[in-house]
């Protein structure tokens, strides 16, 4: 006995030494995370930027041009490390950021000329390359040139390039224009085979979000009205590029849109060679390497020594800046208040539109005395019916309190977008930006079917018809016509919602509406417009609305706590000392990535009431 009892004394003994190996362990790793955070924090990267004189500032791009950037994800970050992607993982940047820089830069004496390195620059929608272009003509029309260069150019990289004086290529790179897609995978057959039944409730002729699941393509309806659109983007492309470049005499719109045949011949010619084809098609002015490249901008600064031309880069130059929304102490304010993702019901951190998180901003500013306007920026394809109309109840607060409301639409503000948008004083839009999209739907599926196939049945009682609703069982004719009614209710509501808003009569609305998709230009011709114009134009058009000349702008954004703001610097910080490129990701994962988005919409939306109000083709490839 006297061993037995030793025994377990032994292993009690080294379990506890084990726990308290860990939790110091634990401990520790945080001492050293902490410490590391200190020492990060006074690297040479918060050494005060100084720009010397006869600078480039170099717009070197590595990622996303965005409108808001999002809070950092520790997931994702870990992610990153761990991928090895660290080093070259591509960043955010918000467009308005980028076009401060630029007219700063424009005025500033060190600066010599710009730089647009390309290469890096993954993804921007039309509107945010164009308001980033207008200040880029601005910055040229001061005498400064502007240079770019890319590896190779993809379609929105080169559509930024034909803003600059000069376009390069390396001899080994090559333009790539596809022109606008819209594209969706169709799970019909799949469900057909899996005996799953989807219950579509829809009103609208042209909301075609419901399709997938119905069909096995898109249907004429769809494809008319996306094709409408779609070309009006592509030749607001091609106008907007051959205008940049007239000074190119190669260049033509076959140059930007040539058919297959006109490709394969002018190719022949070059022998095949891509980076002699853009330069014959007047695509690009010169091809040239890097090292090249960078050399002929010490000639064009006329720089007296060989030396390398002196360049600071974007974030650099940035951080000499001030503010983007700058407080001087006036009376009057405008308070601009970003909005961007699917609208949802509920809170989150920013990454969508949610109805309690973005309700809270717009009573900030509604219960500011000083802010006379509000300047809402919406870049969203719609979501949960139940959220869109909680956030323009608040919207209709704002204006019950004296506020001017305006409505600034980024690249798409449709469906759920425009139920919103739709109550403000004035709506500016940008030529480009989709819009509309009125129209609503529902859907779920069952699977009694599937059950019954495998040899699962259900049965019980209950003490009314609607306690039997549910995945696994039928849905009987009677519900299908009450969830029916349900939407149609709905979309009378939308109308309804739209004609007050809009001061149109609900016929005029319902020739526009059917869930129709149209561009910002059809919007100013079909009365869902008020404006064409950028956010900088809907700051001044509240100016207007609410009659004040010396005003701030401000921003209402979400509050972190202390505690927040601490941990986000500190894991910013130290996750560079994890190891790195201890993962893969494999190619294929972006397929799953692409279904799993489409076909978990439901779930990722949460409308209580399971209305949507939601454009899927607002999305362009």
Same mark, same amino acid.
């Given at each position: ?173 090559? *333009?790539?224009?596809?022109?606008? =897609? @819209? !594209? ?6 799949? &469900?057909?085979?899996? $005996? /799953? ?65 006109? *490709?394969?011949?002018?190719?022949? =010619? @070059? !022998? ?6 853009? &330069?014959?098609?007047? $695509? /690009? ?73 973005? !309700? ?262």
């Amino acid at each position: 006995m006297a061993f037995l009892f030793r025994l377990i004394k032994s292993i009690l003994v080294n379990s506890f030494k084990f726990i308290n190996a860990i939790r110091l362990v634990l401990l520790n790793v945080i001492f050293i995370m902490i410490v590391l955070f200190i020492v990060a924090s006074y690297d040479t990267d918060e050494m005060e930027v100084e720009v010397a004189d006869n600078s480039y500032l170099r717009l070197d791009l590595n990622g996303f041009i965005v409108e808001k950037k999002r809070p950092m994800n520790l997931s994702q970050e870990i992610s990153k490390q761990l991928s090895g992607m660290d080093n070259e993982a591509p960043q955010e940047f918000e467009a308005q950021e980028i076009i401060k820089a630029i007219q700063f830069a424009e005025d500033d004496p060190k600066i010599t000329g710009l730089v647009l390195e390309l290469t890096g620059l993954q993804s921007a929608n039309l509107n945010q390359l164009t308001d980033i272009g207008a200040s880029i003509n601005h910055f040229k029309d001061s005498g400064k040139p502007v240079y770019a260069y890319a590896d190779n150019y993809s379609q929105s990289q080169y559509y930024l390039a034909s803003y600059a004086d000069k376009i390069t290529l390396p001899p080994n790179g090559f *333009v790539l224009l596809q022109g606008y =897609a @819209v !594209n969706r995978l169709y799970f019909k057959n799949l &469900l057909d085979k899996l $005996l /799953v039944t989807p219950h579509i409730f829809k009103v609208g002729t042209y909301k075609s979000f419901v399709e997938p699941f119905t069909e096995t393509r898109m249907s004429e309806y769809s494809k008319t009205a996306n094709q409408h659109w779609l070309n009006q983007l592509w030749q607001t492309y091609i106008d907007r590029v051959l205008t940049q470049r007239k000074d190119n005499p190669k260049l033509t719109a076959e140059s930007i849109n040539p058919t297959l045949q006109q *490709v394969k011949e002018n190719l022949k =010619a @070059v !022998n095949g060679d891509t980076s002699q084809y853009a &330069l014959s098609m007047g $695509l /690009v002015d010169q091809l040239a390497f890097h090292d090249q490249f960078i050399n002929e901008l010490s000639e064009d600064a006329q720089q007296e020594s060989n030396d390398l031309p002196n360049m600071i880069d974007y974030r650099a130059y940035q951080a000499t800046l001030p503010l983007l929304y700058q407080y001087t102490g006036a009376d009057s304010q405008i308070a601009v208040i970003h909005g961007t993702g699917e609208i949802i019901s509920g809170v989150n951190d920013g990454t969508s539109i949610a109805d309690k998180s973005f !309700n809270t901003l717009l009573r900030e500013a509604k219960n500011n005395p000083r802010i006379k306007a509000v300047v809402i920026r919406l870049d969203t394809p719609g979501g949960s019916a139940f959220a869109s109309e909680n956030i323009r109840q608040q919207v209709l607060a704002l204006k019950d309190a004296g506020k001017k409301v305006v409505v600034s639409m980024g690249a798409v503000t449709a469906s759920g977008g425009y139920w919103i948008a739709s109550a403000a004083d004035q709506i500016i839009a940008s030529p480009t930006t989709l819009t509309g999209s009125i129209g609503i739907f529902g859907m779920f599926a069952t699977f009694d079917k599937s059950l019954d196939k495998i040899g699962i049945q259900q049965d019980g009682v209950a003490t009314n018809p609607l306690s039997n609703i549910g995945v696994t069982q039928a849905l009987t004719p009677e519900l299908a016509e009450i969830f029916q009614m349900g939407i149609e209710n709905g979309y009378a509501n939308f109308l309804q919602i739209v004609a007050e808003g809009r001061g149109m009569t609900i016929e005029e609305v319902d020739k526009v509406a059917q869930g129709r998709v149209w561009t910002g230009t059809d919007g100013l011709n079909n009365g869902l417009v008020d404006e064409l114009g950028d956010l900088h134009s809907a700051v001044l058009k509240a100016a207007e609305l609410a009659n004040i000349e010396d005003f701030d702008v401000i921003s209402i954004e979400p509050r972190l706590s202390s505690k927040q703001v601490f941990f986000n610097q500190l894991f910013t910080k130290t996750i560079q000392f994890l190891p790195s490129g201890l993962i893969t990701q494999p190619a294929i994962f972006s397929i799953f990535e692409t279904i799993e988005k489409q076909s978990n919409f439901i779930a990722r939306i949460n409308d209580p009431q399971s209305r949507f109000v939601y454009c899927t083709q607002c999305y362009v490839e």
